[in-house]
C-alpha cells in the first residue's frame, strides 16, 4: 500500500491505523520486554520455536524475518516488490480462526506528483490519496493513475465530501471514496475491499449522490441511454444488477445458482462490450440508464 497525504501527522495517523494489530489482538511484546514462555511451548502460543509448517495447515510460516522474530513472513507480491498484502503473525491469534492479510505500507509521500511516480515503481495493491495535494491534487494524481494502466486501485480521502468531488474521482477512476473521519474499522475493512477488487463510497455520500442522479435518469420514454445496454444478453443484464446493488461474485453465484468462474465471465462480458474500466463505471452506468433505480 502507498499513502499519499500532504500532512505527516495525517500519514503517521494512516499508518498506525491500517497497520496495527487486528481489534482484539494484543500487540507483541518488545525485545526489551520479559516474556514468561512454559517449556516446552504448545504449538499454537507465541514463543514456539521456528519449525516448517506442514502442507496441511496454511498461514503456519515459520523462520525468522529480518528482525529475527519467528512467523512474521511477508512474501514478495506478483510486482516483485516487498509483499504490499502479506500473512499476519501469529501474536495471540487462534489457530482455527481464518488470519485476515497484514497490510503493509510500501511507501509514502506528501507530494501529488511523486505520489504518481511511487505508484509507477511500487505498483502497490492500493494507493490511498489525500484530495489535498501539492502540485497535484489527489483527483489528478488518480486520474493519471488510471490513465497508465497501472494495476494500482485507487482509494480517494477527502475532508470536503461535495457532491461534485465524489462524481469527479469516480470519473477520474477512483475505486473508493471515504471521509477522513471515517471510523477505523470501516477504513481497513475500505482498504481491503479495495485491493480485493471491489468499490468503496462511504454509505451517506453514496446515498447523496444516488438521490441526485436520480432526479437525472432517463424515463421511459427516452430509451436513448437504455439502448447502451443492447449489447448485453439477458443473463449478463442481470448480472449488472446484482454488481450495481453492490454485491460480490460470491453472492450473485449464490442468487443466481452458478459458479463464481461463471459470475467473473459475465462481468468481464458486461465491463467488454460496454467499454467500462472497472466494476464502479458499471454500476454508475446501471443507474444512468435507468436499469437499477435508488431504492429497488
Same mark, same amino acid.
Given at each position: 500500500?502507498?499513502?499519499?497525504?500532504?500532512?505527516?501527522?495525517?500519514?503517521?495517523?494512516?499508518?498506525?491505523?491500517?497497520?496495527?494489530?487486528?481489534?482484539?489482538?494484543?500487540?507483541?511484546?518488545?525485545? !526489551?520486554? @520479559?516474556?514468561?514462555?512454559?517449556?516446552?511451548?504448545?504449538?499454537? $502460543?507465541?514463543?514456539?520455536?521456528?519449525?516448517?509448517?506442514?502442507?496441511? $495447515?496454511?498461514?503456519? #510460516?515459520?523462520?525468522?524475518?529480518? @528482525?529475527?522474530?519467528?512467523?512474521?513472513?511477508?512474501?514478495?507480491?506478483?510486482?516483485? $516488490?516487498?509483499?504490499? #498484502?502479506? %500473512?499476519?503473525?501469529?501474536?495471540?491469534?487462534?489457530?482455527?480462526?481464518?488470519?485476515?492479510?497484514?497490510?503493509?505500507?510500501?511507501?509514502?509521500?506528501?507530494?501529488?506528483?511523486?505520489?504518481?511516480? +511511487?505508484?509507477?515503481?511500487?505498483?502497490?495493491?492500493?494507493? #490511498?490519496? *489525500?484530495?489535498?495535494?501539492?502540485?497535484?491534487?489527489?483527483?489528478?494524481?488518480?486520474?493519471?493513475?488510471?490513465?497508465?494502466?497501472?494495476?494500482?486501485?485507487?482509494?480517494?480521502?477527502?475532508?470536503? *465530501?461535495? *457532491? *461534485?468531488?465524489?462524481?469527479?474521482?469516480?470519473?477520474?477512476?477512483?475505486?473508493?471514496?471515504?471521509?477522513?473521519?471515517?471510523?477505523?474499522?470501516?477504513?481497513?475493512?475500505?482498504?481491503?475491499?479495495? &485491493?480485493?477488487?471491489?468499490?468503496?463510497?462511504?454509505?451517506?455520500?453514496?446515498?447523496?449522490? +444516488?438521490?441526485?442522479?436520480?432526479?437525472?435518469?432517463?424515463?421511459?420514454? !427516452?430509451?436513448?441511454?437504455?439502448?447502451?445496454?443492447?449489447?448485453?444478453?439477458?443473463? $449478463?443484464?442481470?448480472?449488472?444488477?446484482?454488481?450495481?446493488?453492490?454485491?460480490?461474485?460470491?453472492?450473485?453465484?449464490?442468487?443466481?445458482?452458478?459458479? /463464481?468462474?461463471?459470475?467473473?465471465?459475465?462481468? %468481464?462480458?458486461?465491463?467488454?462490450?460496454?467499454?467500462?474500466?472497472?466494476?464502479?463505471? &458499471?454500476?454508475?452506468?446501471?443507474? /444512468?440508464?435507468?436499469?437499477?433505480?435508488?431504492?429497488?
Amino acid at each position: 500500500m502507498l499513502l499519499a497525504d500532504a500532512a505527516p501527522l495525517q500519514r503517521a495517523g494512516l499508518r498506525a491505523v491500517l497497520t496495527g494489530p487486528p481489534d482484539g489482538v494484543a500487540a507483541p511484546a518488545s525485545r !526489551d520486554e @520479559h516474556v514468561d514462555v512454559p517449556r516446552p511451548a504448545s504449538h499454537s $502460543e507465541p514463543g514456539d520455536f521456528p519449525r516448517p509448517a506442514s502442507h496441511s $495447515e496454511p498461514g503456519n #510460516i515459520s523462520g525468522p524475518t529480518s @528482525h529475527g522474530e519467528p512467523g512474521n513472513i511477508s512474501g514478495p507480491t506478483s510486482h516483485g $516488490e516487498p509483499g504490499n #498484502i502479506s %500473512g499476519p503473525a501469529s501474536h495471540g491469534w487462534r489457530g482455527d480462526v481464518p488470519r485476515p492479510a497484514e497490510i503493509v505500507v510500501a511507501g509514502e509521500t506528501g507530494d501529488g506528483a511523486e505520489a504518481v511516480d +511511487l505508484a509507477r515503481r511500487l505498483l502497490p495493491d492500493v494507493l #490511498i490519496v *489525500d484530495v489535498a495535494l501539492p502540485r497535484l491534487d489527489g483527483l489528478a494524481v488518480t486520474r493519471a493513475v488510471t490513465e497508465a494502466r497501472l494495476a494500482v486501485r485507487v482509494l480517494v480521502l477527502t475532508e470536503r *465530501d461535495t *457532491d *461534485d468531488e465524489v462524481v469527479a474521482a469516480v470519473a477520474a477512476g477512483a475505486n473508493g471514496y471515504l471521509c477522513k473521519d471515517t471510523p477505523h474499522g470501516e477504513l481497513i475493512a475500505a482498504v481491503r475491499a479495495v &485491493a480485493a477488487g471491489g468499490a468503496v463510497i462511504a454509505p451517506p455520500i453514496l446515498a447523496r449522490v +444516488l438521490t441526485r442522479l436520480a432526479g437525472a435518469l432517463p424515463t421511459a420514454a !427516452d430509451g436513448s441511454a437504455a439502448a447502451r445496454l443492447d449489447p448485453l444478453t439477458g443473463r $449478463e443484464r442481470e448480472v449488472l444488477v446484482h454488481v450495481a446493488r453492490g454485491r460480490s461474485n460470491a453472492e450473485i453465484a449464490t442468487i443466481l445458482g452458478v459458479s /463464481e468462474t461463471t459470475v467473473k465471465t459475465h462481468v %468481464g462480458h458486461v465491463l467488454t462490450k460496454l467499454r467500462l474500466r472497472d466494476r464502479t463505471q &458499471a454500476v454508475v452506468l446501471a443507474y /444512468e440508464t435507468g436499469l437499477v433505480r435508488p431504492g429497488t
